[in-house]
């Protein structure tokens, strides 16, 4: 089972980057798949999740309103739309996946099955 996040980068704030994850190995449905973000010296933060089966999705409160959750089921792909980003924003940001179901809250960090290698998104002026 695989996990290949892209898209991260270096932008200002105010603009917006996609990040991508493609998976490869997984039984597309049975699993749900998210976002965590690490920003340098703090505790690794889960920001989203979608749901493969009802594409529930779920958004921690620092992001909600800015970020969006998307997937391609042909594709077994998902998306994290970033707008408004904020320096805060600022971190390595991991796609995961797990049998978990994606509800109304964020799944704790050690209860994630797979991890991708992540990918640093910075926001600076």
């Known amino acids: 089972v695989q996990l290949q996040a892209f898209g991260g980068g270096s932008v200002q704030p105010g603009n917006a980057l996609r990040l991508s994850c493609a998976a490869s190995?997984?039984?597309?449905?049975?699993?749900?798949y998210g976002w965590f973000r690490q920003a340098p010296g703090k505790e690794r933060e889960g920001v989203s999740c979608?749901?493969?089966?009802?594409?529930?999705?779920y958004y921690t409160d620092s992001v909600k309103g800015r970020f969006t959750a998307s997937k391609d089921n042909a594709k077994t792909t998902v998306f994290l739309q970033m707008n408004s980003l904020k320096p805060e924003d600022t971190a390595v940001y991991y796609c995961?996946?797990?049998?978990?179901?994606?509800?109304?809250?964020?799944?704790?960090?050690?209860?994630?099955?797979?991890w991708g290698k992540g990918t640093l998104v910075t926001v600076s002026s």
């Open positions: 995961v996946a797990t049998n978990l179901h994606c509800a109304d809250y964020m799944w704790p960090a050690a209860t994630i099955d797979y």
């Open positions: 190995g997984f039984t597309w449905g049975h699993v749900s």
């Open positions: 979608i749901s493969t089966t009802d594409g529930n999705t």
